[in-house]
């Protein structure tokens, strides 16, 4: 059973534009020049980059840990990619918490070039589903610094709900900021549907 989940979880998971994947070495070019090109973008809502950042050497440390992570159950990685061209256009993780949680917690990037045509909307929808029916969970959790307002707005519309403001949660960029949560619980859309069906 075990087993069978994460090999499930190893295997493409697709919306109508963009497929997600775990991290392959291969994408190391794709993944390195991306990053780069989008620096400035990124940096503001990251952990500070560290001097080696985009070597090969920290990648392939990535790929070790999130191996591993996946192996034990604790997180599962993704590179999200264009459907039409198979072109990199950013990434989700989702940290998972088992026992009496069975909860997790989702963290994402893209790249500038590609921000704002709805491909990460489309990838968190593609996550939250994968989270509740493959791996189970039951709760979804995502946090954002106040005033990154465009990820509010993907929480929002990808059926997030605000829960409210943690103090000097994480230390993005040099400094710990605090953030607003955000979560999603199995069956929170269902409503929605049914309502939907009688209009």
């Not at 069975?102 to 996550?127: K, L, T």
Request: hydrophobic letters at 35%.
């Amino acid at each position: 059973m075990i087993f069978s989940r994460f090999r499930k979880a190893e295997a493409p998971l697709y919306g109508s534009r963009v497929y997600l994947r775990p991290p392959h070495a291969s994408d190391y070019p794709q993944w390195a020049e991306l990053r780069r090109q989008s620096r400035r973008f990124l940096e503001p809502w990251e952990p500070t980059w560290t001097p080696d950042e985009l070597d090969r050497s920290a990648y392939s440390e990535r790929l070790t840990r999130y191996s591993k992570d996946r192996r034990e159950d604790t997180g599962h990685a993704f590179f999200i990619f264009l459907i039409e061209s198979a072109e990199l256009v950013g990434g989700i993780n989702l940290q998972v918490r088992r026992g009496v949680a069975q909860s997790g917690q989702i963290g994402y990037w893209m790249g500038e070039r590609f921000a704002g045509r709805g491909y990460m909307s489309e990838a968190v929808g593609v996550i939250k589903s994968h989270a509740f029916s493959t791996l189970a969970l039951h709760r979804l959790e995502a946090a954002c610094i106040p005033d990154n307002e465009r990820s509010v707005r993907l929480l929002k519309k990808a059926g997030f709900a605000l829960e409210g403001h943690i103090r000097s949660y994480l230390k993005i960029n040099g400094r710990w900021r605090d953030h607003l949560l955000f979560s999603t619980v199995e069956g929170d859309d269902e409503p929605a549907r049914a309502k939907d069906s009688t209009v």
